[in-house]
């Protein structure tokens, strides 16, 4: 029981609006966003790996040649005094860790193998302290969801919060208007949405994915010019910056790897999207 | 006026000069040159790595020392062929996507479909695109980005504006 003004009102609203969009078949031609950030350090190695190169390397131990000191170093240098003190340190540390088996508590969660000498004395009191950055950061711990220092081995995906009950997770994404392109209408629906504090650079112009699905009957009463849309998604990377929400079409953002999407996102949507996403 | 020196005198003139040129000091330390004194250790020390460097004594491997090792190697390569595999099948399943995705684009009609594929080739990618290190950088994530002044006459990033768009 709308009055009547606020009535024709819509009407005409639908009517211009179905002037400025693609639509195709009686479904509205979307185009979506999967902004991935990238992986920002290596994998943790597999146990197997690690044991295997362990291996590899003992081996290379046996079979290599004795070192030509006299040749890389000229008797009686500098250089020669250093290499000499080096090793002396190197061999101290090896029977250290035959006799006492101390576990070196490090800020960077090196791996420690039993025969290997770790060399924290390469940095002699000349040098410069050189500062390494943990692997695992504080958002790790804390299981921030929109840090995008999380999970710096995985590769993190934008999810968005639409105002509703169900289906409110998904990918940022927005009508195409009868005047551009698939790439502009991704690049315009994400900076409408998640605002333009992002570096992003969108992967060339073809769609990676394509779903399509009917809208539900309420809706479809309401807007009969549409039953449902096909969504074309584009890749894109986001380098520095972050979301910021517009509050009208979504209300909340995470940065999630592709296993933890199941968590957030309708099962049919997740199956249908998964395929484009990296397991790393 | 002046003087004219006689072939023999230019010849000896060039070799002179030929001679200063090169240089001096360093000639003695090279081997192969005329001046080399072949009592330099640094040759000696060169013909010793080169020539008699002791192989290290390989211990034998007993049957079951050489069944491991074989083990080892054979796990080796099927944990390689796994990963391989499961690479492979991502690749697979994310090029089904672009596929069907490219094929229902088509449907759609020749605007859209044309657009998306026309371009492309010339694509490059962005510096800010770094590969993976060892450990992240010291400050992290960059929070605080800001766009720069938009310059409609320059594109910072590989993906400029549409060619077949009028301009307003």
Same mark, same amino acid.
């Given at each position: 029981s709308q009055p009547i003004s606020q009535k024709s009102q819509s009407d005409i609203l639908n009517l211009l609006k179905s002037d400025k969009n693609e639509v195709h078949d009686g479904y509205r031609i979307v185009a979506g966003v999967v902004l991935s950030r990238n992986p920002?350090?290596?994998?943790?190695?597999?146990?197997?790996? !690690?044991?295997?190169?362990?291996?590899?390397?003992?081996?290379? #131990?046996? #079979?290599?040649?004795p070192f030509p000191v006299d040749f890389y170093f000229k008797k009686g240098s500098v250089a020669e005094k250093k290499w000499k003190e080096k090793k002396e340190r190197e061999k101290a540390d090896a029977l250290l860790a035959f006799g006492l088996r101390k576990t070196k508590n490090k800020t960077s969660s090196e791996k420690i193998g039993e025969d290997e000498a770790i060399d924290s004395s390469d940095v002699s009191s000349e040098e410069e302290e050189i500062k390494i950055a943990s692997r695992i950061t504080s958002a790790d711990l804390t299981n921030d969801a929109k840090s995008l220092d999380r999970a710096l081995q995985r590769t993190l995906y934008l999810i968005v919060r639409k105002p509703r009950e169900e289906h409110s997770w998904q990918f940022p994404q927005g009508g195409v208007e009868k005047t551009e392109t698939l790439v502009q209408a991704a690049s315009r629906e994400l900076e409408e949405e998640c605002g333009n504090c992002m570096d992003?650079?969108?992967?060339? !112009? !073809?769609?990676?994915?394509?779903?399509?699905?009917?809208?539900?009957k309420s809706f479809v009463k309401d807007n009969a010019e549409y039953k449902g849309a096909k969504v074309f998604f584009m890749a894109a990377h986001i380098f520095a910056g972050q979301v910021k929400v517009d509050n009208k079409e979504i209300v909340d953002f995470a940065w999630v790897t592709k296993q933890e999407m199941k968590n957030y996102v309708h099962t049919e949507y997740y199956e249908a999207v998964k395929d484009m996403l990296s397991e790393h | 006026?002046?003087?004219?020196?006689s072939t023999t005198a230019i010849r000896g003139l060039?070799? &002179?000069?030929?001679?200063? =040129?090169?240089?001096?000091? =360093? =000639?003695?330390?090279?081997?192969? =040159?005329?001046n080399a004194n072949i009592t330099d250790t640094r040759y000696q020390i060169i013909k010793r790595i080169l020539y008699e460097t002791p192989k290290p004594e390989l211990p034998k491997m007993t049957e079951q020392d050489l069944e491991r090792h074989e083990t080892i190697d054979r796990a080796w390569k099927l944990f390689l062929r796994n990963?391989?595999?499961? &690479?492979?099948?991502?690749?697979?399943a994310k090029y089904r996507m672009l596929n069907e995705a490219n094929i229902e684009l088509e449907k759609l009609g020749p605007r859209l479909f044309n657009s998306?594929?026309?371009?492309?080739?010339?694509?490059?990618?962005? &510096?800010?695109?770094?590969i993976p290190t060892e450990t992240p950088p010291l400050n992290g994530w960059n929070y605080d980005y800001k766009p720069p002044p938009s310059d409609p006459t320059k594109d910072s990033k590989p993906l400029p504006p549409d060619s077949t768009r009028d301009s307003p």
């Open positions: 920002i350090i290596f994998r943790d190695p597999h146990p197997f790996e !690690r044991e295997y190169y362990l291996y590899q390397q003992r081996l290379e #131990h046996i #079979h290599a040649s992003v650079w969108f992967v060339g !112009r !073809r769609p990676v994915g394509y779903y399509k699905y009917d809208y539900p | 006026m002046t003087k004219s020196l060039l070799a &002179r000069t030929i001679q200063k =040129s090169k240089p001096k000091s =360093s =000639s003695p330390d090279i081997p192969g =040159s005329q990963q391989q595999e499961e &690479r492979e099948n991502e690749l697979a998306a594929q026309m371009g492309n080739k010339i694509m490059m990618f962005p &510096r800010q695109m770094k």
